[in-house]
Structure formats: structure tokens, C-alpha cells
């Protein structure tokens, strides 16, 4: 009798031993990552280099939206930094150049450098206008597959933001025979596959879009 109480009594106490060793899963607040839809602009932070480092975190999946799309392409273009200018002199979190942004109505590239909104809005109107230069193309070539990558508008729209809208539409015609790459060796073909698949549907093609 006395062994079985023993071996009953050592069972109770590794137990709770052990359950003494887990705690309550409790996710973090993730206080500096936020969604601001106000004033028209999708506004977003992503974590550091040492925010990634954080334990029990999950992340909002921006999936195939607009907003992901925003953020792939501006990570591949800048790694998300507002304040980059690169060795060709292209700013920002999107990379723009001076003669585009002026043609958006921005003419203070250093306010620009220091307005995340502003370069927000700008990426925006920058597919708006992108978006009404194609759309002969995209109403042609969407869902046709050109030297194995499949034409998306989401795709054609990061291609035009990478080699402009004139290089999409020479690509297009040649089926894809014309190699067009930027300054850095990164092909209009590569954007058009990387990015496409986004749901882009909701951008408005307008010639004339500025930044108000």
C-alpha cells in the first residue's frame, strides 16, 4: 500500500512541477504598426531590423491587397526607408525621380524627403496616371502569358513605376523580345512577374493626377 501511495504521490508532484513551467501565451501590442486610412492615404509601418527580433508576435497579413502591394514594391525599391536617395539620386520609399515628381506637382524635394504622407499620396497619383498610359495595354495583354510570366495589371503597373509606362508598352509589343532593365540591371520582365496578382481594380486611371 505504502508503495502505491509512493508512486501516486511522485506522479502528482512531477506534474506540478512541470505545469509550473508554462505561463499564458500573451501576444504583444504592436503599437508601431497602424493603418491610417484618413485623409485618403493609406499610411503603414513595418518593423525594424530589431522590432523582428520581438517574441510572440503576430503580424497583420497584407496578402494580395493594394496595401500589400505598396509595401512589396516598396521594400524591393528602398527597403521600405522614406529617406533613402540612392546613387542615381532616386528618393524616398518609392524611389522617385525629380522630373516625375514634378510632373505630380511636387517641387520641394526636400519637404518631399521629410512628408512620409507626401510620398504616400505621390506613389498614388504616380498609378493613377500609369494606370490611364497602359490601359489600352492592360485591356489587351491581361491574363496573357509573354515569355512564360503572365500579364497582370497589378505587374504592368510596377513595371511602368520601375522603367516607366513607355518601356511597359515597348516590352508588350516585342512579345517580350526587348530586354529593358533601370540603372541597377532589374529587368522590366522581372517587375512584371514579381508583383503581379495584386488587386489593383479600385485605382482610378487619371491623366492628370497631382498630389493636393
Do not use: C
Amino acid at each position: 500500500m505504502s508503495k502505491k501511495w509512493y508512486f501516486y504521490s511522485s506522479i502528482v508532484v512531477i506534474v506540478a512541477i512541470i505545469s509550473t513551467g508554462f505561463k499564458p501565451y500573451q501576444f504583444e501590442n504592436l503599437n508601431w504598426f497602424y493603418v491610417d486610412e484618413s485623409d485618403e492615404v493609406l499610411h503603414y509601418t513595418v518593423p525594424t531590423a530589431e522590432e523582428l527580433e520581438y517574441k510572440n508576435v503576430i503580424f497583420p497579413q497584407t496578402g494580395k491587397t493594394y496595401a500589400g502591394f505598396k509595401q512589396d514594391l516598396a521594400f524591393k525599391e528602398s527597403q521600405g526607408k522614406y529617406h533613402l536617395v540612392n546613387s542615381f539620386g532616386y528618393m524616398g520609399k518609392y524611389q522617385f525621380g525629380i522630373g516625375t515628381l514634378r510632373t505630380l506637382g511636387v517641387n520641394d524635394s526636400l519637404h518631399f524627403m521629410r512628408t512620409p504622407q507626401l510620398q504616400e499620396k505621390a506613389f498614388n497619383a504616380l498609378m493613377s496616371v500609369n494606370k490611364w498610359i497602359l490601359r489600352d495595354e492592360i485591356e489587351k495583354y491581361e491574363g496573357k502569358t509573354i515569355k512564360g510570366v503572365v500579364i497582370t495589371e497589378s505587374g504592368l503597373l510596377a513595371a511602368a513605376h520601375l522603367g516607366g509606362a513607355g518601356s511597359v508598352k515597348k516590352f508588350l509589343k516585342s512579345n517580350g523580345n526587348r530586354s529593358i532593365k533601370d540603372g541597377f540591371g532589374t529587368s522590366i520582365k522581372t517587375y512584371i512577374k514579381k508583383f503581379g496578382g495584386y488587386d489593383t481594380s479600385h485605382i482610378v486611371a487619371n491623366k492628370n493626377a497631382k498630389v493636393k
